[in-house]
């Protein structure tokens, strides 16, 4: 592996997958003995972004009429779409 003169290297990509590293996540580096070790840190933006619009779905749901807030995401756009009534939560348990 090249080292360029900036000091930046390439992280193969087989181990960034499996060490959970995407674009934009953070990581640290540190020494042990002569070894550098490289650690993600957080999450990672992929799931950053996925908590950020499960709190997003949340809040939109609780602003729903309370007929609305317990259907899943493919009742509400069937409903938008004027593809089915809209079912109340008791039709939707019975699926």
Do not use: C, N, W, Y
């Amino acid at each position: 592996m090249h080292v360029t003169d900036k000091g930046q290297v390439t992280i193969p990509k087989h181990i960034r997958v499996a060490a959970g590293v995407a674009p934009g996540s953070e990581v640290s580096f540190s020494l042990e003995g002569s070894r550098i070790v490289i650690t993600p840190v957080g999450t990672g933006i992929k799931e950053d972004r996925s908590a950020k619009l499960r709190a997003a779905a949340a809040r939109v749901q609780g602003s729903l009429k309370p007929e609305f807030q317990q259907l899943g995401a493919d009742e509400i756009m069937a409903f938008l779409r004027g593809e089915e009534a809209a079912p109340t939560p008791a039709h939707r348990d019975r699926r």
